[in-house]
């Protein structure tokens, strides 16, 4: 009898320790979990306050796009109103509209006019050799007008 108390007593210490070591890993594996879940909820809640930061970003860029919707609907209809007015000062003076019709002069027509330019390097030479002085010492290329260009 003793040998069967022995070996029942062993079998409960050994189930016993078997039972705490499952516990101690167990324990471990809840704790790994644990932390695994605290990182997740970090970023989940990191992930929540960017998406409401970008909602009340895109919120205000729909409120900005509207009122600027709006103020190019002002100017557009004052640009018209403006040109409706323009129209019928000319159509009511005489004056005016040959004044309006006739062509511009040769000076202010060379003042809007310039080349095509492939970039920017371009119009700045353009610019730099528009309005040199000419070599005193041979005559200027266009001798009725001021600038060479």
């Given at each position: 009898?003793?040998?069967?108390?022995?070996?029942?007593?062993?079998?409960?210490?050994m189930s016993l320790g078997l039972t705490g070591w499952r516990w101690s890993v167990t324990?471990?594996?809840?704790?790994?979990?644990?932390?695994?879940?605290?990182?997740?909820?970090?970023?989940?809640?990191?992930?929540?306050?960017?998406?409401?930061?970008?909602?009340?970003?895109?919120?205000?860029?729909?409120?900005?796009?509207?009122?600027?919707?709006?103020?190019?609907?002002?100017?557009?209809?004052?640009?018209?109103?403006?040109?409706?007015?323009?129209?019928?000062?000319n159509d009511e003076n005489p004056m005016l509209r040959t004044w309006s019709a006739a062509a511009l002069p040769?000076?202010?027509?060379?003042?809007?006019?310039?080349?095509?330019?492939?970039?920017?390097?371009?119009?700045?030479?353009?610019?730099?050799?528009?309005?040199?002085?000419?070599?005193?010492?041979?005559?200027?290329?266009?001798?009725?007008?001021?600038?060479?260009?």
């Amino acid at each position: 009898m003793n040998r069967i108390l022995i070996a029942m007593l062993a079998a409960a210490l050994m189930s016993l320790g078997l039972t705490g070591w499952r516990w101690s890993v167990t324990s471990k594996a809840l704790n790994e979990a644990q932390k695994i879940i605290n990182t997740l909820s970090a970023g989940i809640e990191s992930r929540d306050r960017a998406i409401s930061r970008l909602d009340s970003e895109n919120r205000q860029s729909q409120q900005r796009e509207v009122a600027l919707r709006q103020r190019q609907g002002q100017a557009s209809v004052q640009a018209l109103t403006r040109e409706i007015h323009i129209q019928r000062e000319n159509d009511e003076n005489p004056m005016l509209r040959t004044w309006s019709a006739a062509a511009l002069p040769a000076d202010v027509i060379r003042l809007h006019s310039r080349p095509a330019f492939a970039n920017a390097r371009d119009y700045l030479d353009w610019l730099s050799a528009r309005d040199k002085l000419p070599n005193t010492e041979q005559q200027p290329a266009f001798a009725g007008r001021s600038g060479g260009g």
